[in-house]
């Protein structure tokens, strides 16, 4: 449960063997290559192989037209060398075409479907007009355009009322009244564009409609169901170009990925003159996998070097986690990742995250609900979350042991601690007004063994790099660590046991000492590295340093004050579900209803919000205090495709 171990791992070969080491450097999942250009830049004489890809735009082609075919291409594994590409641009511009042919086909037939059919519904809502359309239609001085307008356009036609035309509305939907409207030649324009800033969608009867409405729908009815038969047919033939192009398309799919994925590598390489060298870091336990990789190839040499020796390159971070912490490492990485040289954080957050959501969302039957969930969410979605649900639904319901709360049922266990492990009940009572005191007091007792324990860490990780300036001096540091002990302890055997511990010497030494020290951090500092203390004089010094060590003072208190929501929620919890109890035994017959529609309702929202709560208290409670995340994730080429 930390971070792995890197090593530096040099492959180094000739230039006639560059083409079958990038082969399996591809392959490698366990490699986190470093580019050339990192290394070449800072040596003169050495060169790269950073082309231009030639493979990038016919894939980039192909996956649009694979897209645009709608096409699902299996997995294909292409590992020749030698693809005739020429013949491969031709063989899928041949398909292609072919494709729009019968899509641009199909696409005009949809059209004029779509336009038969609405010309249909217009026929419906005229089909008591006893008049034939062959008569409307070769009328010389007036013009006549059937469509439909929406309803609130309807009644502004009352402001164009001296208008020259005549508007007649034959049957009305939801939205569009279904009509038509008469003018003559002479304002023909004038009265289109009145009614197109209506937004009038004009819907033209077919030139091949002939007689009454009646005989028209016939006409029409019988040339949508040709155009339907038409349509099938060109589904059809797109389905046998698909099914005949599929396997080759495939095929294509794995030799452009396979050769895009090689000269992607070729960033990697080091040209060394007649030789070459790709450089990447290697977790230590990986090494040998790697090694074996290559060693059936000829003439290729792998080095195997400490992951510090080349003080160019900073090592990535691999993190490794046990069962319980590596769902948890969603978290880390929201907010960035850890150093390598720092620790992983990860099995710190696993503990604490499981622990207050247990301890602010007791409750056996919605813990292991929760948990059943989360198993469901992780089994059939693959849900990272679904992962964490598990962890801390069985803490959920732990704490819900504890608090004897089933389901927001207080007393159902109580037997369970009266008659079988003999108390006088239950060990915990939520509602109980005597307990909301100690509650919040412990609360805060939490919250400041959390931040005292993330000093600790701070102060840890800056003695591992050396960095003895924010680990003396820091409010998370020795100085931070010192004086706010003391306050809490002072305060705790002052207030709890009545013991005066406030002396002089205690104030002097161990809280305005350390207060001193955090206020004079900068330049102490400068001062151990052999700088001058106040390089921009003392005043500006001065009003700054004053106003950071008051917010110093006031995060620490607003710090440990923050940990207070961890007893509200516990009280809301059982709150809420004393309110749904209550509104159970209210409802009668449908008790169970609400019961268990109750249960829904609190474990979807309060669940969600002491989730994102705990996780608040993760990152500006504890983060912050030791938390960098300046580092970069391990990543080999493999799995950055």
């Given at each position: ?80 060398q ?10 899928i511009?041949?398909?292609y ?6 899509a641009?086909?199909?696409?005009d ?15 419906n ?22 469509g ?61 409609v ?18 339907y ?68 190839l ?6 195997d ?29 929201m ?47 693959h ?29 159902i ?37 959390l ?11 800056n ?26 302890v ?33 330049p102490?500092?400068r001062?151990?590295?052999k700088?001058?203390?106040?390089p ?8 700054e ?5 008051f ?19 516990v ?14 035994h209210m ?55």
């Amino acid at each position: 449960m930390a971070i792995e171990k890197m090593r530096l791992v040099n492959i180094l070969s000739d230039q006639v063997h560059l083409s079958d080491v990038l082969l399996r450097f591809i392959e490698l999942d366990n490699f986190h290559p470093v580019p050339a250009s990192r290394i070449a830049d800072k040596v003169g004489g050495l060169t790269t192989l950073n082309e231009e890809n030639p493979y990038t735009e016919l894939l980039t082609q192909f996956q649009e037209i694979s897209h645009d075919m709608e096409l699902e291409l299996p997995e294909v594994r292409m590992r020749e060398q030698d693809y005739n590409l020429m013949e491969t641009r031709e063989y899928i511009g041949r398909v292609y075409d072919q494709y729009k042919k019968i899509a641009t086909v199909k696409e005009d037939l949809i059209k004029v479907i779509q336009e038969n059919k609405d010309a249909l519904f217009q026929l419906n809502n005229i089909e008591t007009l006893d008049v034939s359309f062959d008569d409307l239609f070769s009328c010389k001085f007036i013009k006549i355009r059937f469509g439909r307008l929406p309803l609130d356009s309807v009644d502004k036609l009352k402001y164009y009322n001296n208008r020259p035309f005549i508007f007649k509305s034959f049957s009305q939907d939801k939205a569009y009244s279904w009509c038509v409207y008469i003018t003559t030649n002479k304002y023909e324009g004038e009265v289109d564009n009145i009614f197109s800033s209506l937004y009038f969608e004009r819907i033209r009867i077919p030139d091949f409609v002939h007689g009454t409405p009646d005989s028209a729908k016939e006409m029409i009815q019988e040339e949508i169901d040709t155009d339907y038969k038409q349509l099938s047919h060109l589904d059809e033939e797109m389905l046998k170009l698909k099914e005949s192009c599929k396997d080759r398309f495939a095929q294509i799919k794995g030799e452009l990925e396979f050769l895009n994925r090689t000269y992607e590598a070729r960033q990697f390489v080091l040209c060394l003159g007649e030789r070459f060298s790709i450089t990447g870091f290697v977790a230590k336990r990986d090494v040998a996998d790697v090694v074996k990789t290559f060693e059936d190839l000829e003439g290729v040499e792998i080095e195997d070097r400490p992951a510090s020796s080349d003080m160019r390159l900073t090592p990535p971070t691999k993190l490794r986690n046990g069962w319980f912490a590596r769902p948890f490492v969603m978290f880390v990485e929201m907010y960035g990742t850890p150093g390598y040289r720092d620790f992983d954080p990860t099995p710190f957050v696993a503990f604490t995250y499981t622990l207050l959501f247990g301890i602010m969302f007791g409750d056996v039957g919605q813990g292991l609900v929760l948990s059943l969930v989360g198993y469901i969410a992780y089994k059939w979605k693959h849900m990272q979350l679904g992962e964490v649900g598990v962890r801390i639904g069985l803490s959920s319901a732990f704490f819900g042991l504890v608090y004897g709360s089933v389901f927001g049922n207080e007393e159902i266990l109580t037997p369970l601690y009266t008659k079988v492990f003999g108390l006088a009940g239950k060990p915990i009572e939520v509602l109980d007004g005597n307990f909301t005191m100690p509650l919040l007091i412990c609360t805060v007792v939490i919250g400041a063994v959390l931040i005292v324990t993330c000093i600790c860490m701070n102060i840890f990780l800056n003695a591992k790099r050396r960095d003895y300036g924010e680990m003396l001096f820091s409010q998370n540091g020795i100085s931070g660590l010192v004086f706010y002990t003391a306050v809490l302890v002072g305060a705790a055997l002052q207030m709890g046991f009545g013991i005066a511990v406030f002396s002089l010497p205690y104030v002097l030494l161990l809280i305005i000492l350390p207060l001193f020290l955090i206020f004079m951090k900068e330049p102490l500092i400068r001062k151990l590295d052999k700088q001058d203390m106040f390089p921009d004089g003392f005043g500006g010094f001065f009003t700054e340093s004053f106003f950071e060590l008051f917010e110093v003072c006031l995060s620490f208190v607003a710090n440990t004050m923050s940990f207070l929501r961890i007893g509200g929620f516990v009280l809301s919890h059982a709150g809420m579900m004393l309110v749904v109890s209550t509104l159970s035994h209210m409802v009668g017959g449908g008790s169970l209803a609400v019961m268990i529609f109750g249960n829904i309702f609190v474990m979807a929202m309060e669940g969600m919000i002491v989730g994102i709560q705990v996780l608040r208290l993760e990152f500006y409670e504890m983060f912050s205090r030791y938390f960098e995340g300046n580092g970069y994730a391990f990543q080999s080429l493999k799995n950055s495709d």
